[in-house]
């Protein structure tokens, strides 16, 4: 069965410092995966998204992630912050198209001034 | 640019009662799903729909739950007798079968809480 892990729930980082956000799945084949981020009490939008080809994607906002198969990892990462991207954010895998999204269990990104 | 809408945002209802959402799919989407998220929890599958029909369900999508596609533009959830802990966030979601893999695309939510 498919999982993910997002090791940690929170995470505080300075306005203008870079962030990086850790996602690691489970998975016996070449998974889908995204980046979604929550603001509070609103859906979840899709920052980005992989399925194949070149490991470094680049998504909306600035943001971008990278797929490490060795480490079945799929980290999202921001150079430099703003304080409209303090929000909850959801690292997911599918099998394939039509399939279920599992998504991990977020890590709530503050940002301070 | 299209979305996926959902009604109402917030639905309060007793225990025991049906409750129906409704979301309205991005128009030439063919996969519909719902998910919900129990709050301070992650997001949980509950069922994905297909050519008018369920494609996969989870442990949690048991026999209080149905979904209906009833004309074709809105997709619905109904819990039929509803309970504590069915109080969650509902998203629905759809997808179109594109070259390069499908994305979700999520609605607002219904917040629903049963009391």
């Known amino acids: 069965a498919q999982s993910v892990t997002q090791p940690d729930i929170h995470i505080t980082v300075s306005e203008g410092a870079s962030l990086e956000l850790r996602c690691n799945y489970s998975?016996?084949?070449?998974?889908?995966l995204f980046w979604y981020v929550q603001s509070p009490g609103q859906g979840l939008q899709l920052l980005l998204k992989?399925?194949?080809?070149?490991?470094l994607v680049q998504g909306i906002k600035g943001f971008e992630a990278e797929f490490k198969r060795s480490q079945s990892s799929f980290n999202l990462r921001k150079p430099s912050v703003h304080w409209s991207d303090a929000a909850e954010y959801f690292c997911a895998v599918g099998k394939a198209a039509g399939n279920k999204l599992t998504f991990g269990g977020g890590t709530r990104v503050l940002v301070k001034p | 640019e299209p979305e996926v809408t959902q009604t109402p945002s917030h639905q309060v209802t007793q225990m025991g009662q049906e409750v129906i959402l409704r979301c309205v799919p991005i128009?030439?989407?063919?996969?519909f799903y719902w998910y919900r998220q129990i709050l301070g929890q992650k997001v949980e599958f509950l069922v994905s729909?297909?050519?008018?029909?369920?494609?996969?369900k989870s442990e949690i999508f048991d026999d209080q739950f149905s979904v209906e596609r009833p004309d074709g533009s809105n997709f619905t959830l109904k819990i039929r007798s509803t309970k504590l802990e069915d109080s969650a966030m509902y998203f629905c979601a759809s997808s179109s079968r594109l070259a390069g893999g499908d994305e979700q695309f999520f609605g607002p939510g219904t917040r629903l809480t049963v009391l």
């Open positions: 992989y399925f194949s080809g070149d490991t």
């Open positions: 128009s030439n989407h063919l996969y």
């Open positions: 729909f297909y050519n008018n029909e369920i494609s996969e």
């Open positions: 998975y016996g084949a070449t998974p889908y």
